[in-house]
């Protein structure tokens, strides 16, 4: 399995009545949710994902607490024996989204989060699993 393309974490929202400051707030709160990775975060949290459209948040929340987890795992991914068949232009093409992954650690460094160190923990977990993430720089292995 390879990761061929990482979603570059923009910002989200938790959707709810009630702030959230800190982890034990989400304990049985009911939080909108797009489906998805982000319902799977949400249950391991405690907290109780509802699907809503985005459009519709507005008549019921009354908070929006910024979080990045929502989006982690998405991305591109392909089979190894397809990637064997992939001819090397095409493996070129998609080396150029190391460069987007690069970018997005630099920005989250600037606002002095660990984007690097993500990006990192992330190619590490991939390949304690067997998988080859090639959106992680060549020069940060």
Known sequence: MLVLEVNGCIDSCL?????VRNLED??????????GMQ??????????????????VHE?????????FGCVGEGL???????????????????????????WAE????????GK???KIFNEACQE???RCVVFPEDWR
């Open 60 to 68: 019921v929340a009354n908070y929006a607490t910024l979080e990045t």
């Open 107 to 114: 920005d989250m460094e600037i606002m002095g989060l660990p």
């Open 26 to 35: 989400l304990a049985g709160l009911m939080i909108r949710t797009p489906g």
């Open 77 to 103: 991914f392909m089979n190894q024996d397809s990637w064997n068949r992939t001819p090397e232009e095409v493996e070129r093409w998609y080396s150029r989204f190391q460069n987007a992954s690069r970018q």
């Open 117 to 119: 160190e993500a990006i």
């Open 15 to 19: 959707w709810t009545k009630k702030p």
């Open 129 to 131: 699993r067997g998988i």
């Open 39 to 56: 319902t799977n975060c949400l249950k391991a949290l405690g907290a109780e994902p509802a699907f809503m459209p985005l459009d519709q």
